[in-house]
Every structure is written in C-alpha cells, then in structure tokens.
C-alpha cells in the first residue's frame, strides 16, 4: 500500500514503538539477565534478610544464566529460596 494512508501506518507504529521503549529502557539500552536475576537475589535479600537464602538465589541465576529471575513480591519466584527461621 502506497500513499498517505501507509505513511499515517509507519508514523503510528514508529510512535508505539517509541513509547514503549522509553516505558522499558532496558529494552532499548539492552541488558544482561544474569546481572539482573543477581541484583534481584540482593534486593531480596535486603529486604527479606534471614528469612531469603541470597547465595542460593545467586547460584541458580548462574545455574539458569539468568532465565528464572526472581520478584521479591513474587511469591512463586522466591519460594525456592526462602527459610525457616
């Protein structure tokens, strides 16, 4: 299709494109997934403290390269980690 109606097609997507790599920076500036999954096994850690096996979670992000990373309000993705006091 050729014409303005094409040309209104390109600017729309360009614009959605935009917007949604400036809503997610690390898509446009690229990331690691591993330094992320490692950063998330701290933050937990600080926030859970003894109660979350940070080491633990670290190995894994190691063991998975970075595929399983965890959310501290996530219960399903910390629960691997977490303990009994």
Not at 39 to 55: D, I, R, T, V
Not at 58 to 76: M, N, Q, T, V, Y
Not at 80 to 85: A, G, Q, S
Request: one cysteine or more; hydrophobic letters at 40%.
């Amino acid at each position: 299709m050729v014409g303005p109606r094409s040309s209104l097609h390109w600017r729309r997507l360009s614009l959605n494109i935009r917007s949604f790599v400036e809503a997610e920076p690390a898509i446009a500036m690229g990331f690691d997934p591993m330094e992320i999954c490692i950063e998330n096994c701290a933050q937990c850690k600080k926030m859970l403290g003894s109660w979350f096996e940070g080491p633990l979670c670290a190995e894994s992000c190691i063991r998975h390269r970075g595929k399983l990373i965890p959310d501290c309000e996530d219960f399903a993705s910390i629960a691997p980690f977490l303990t009994k006091i």
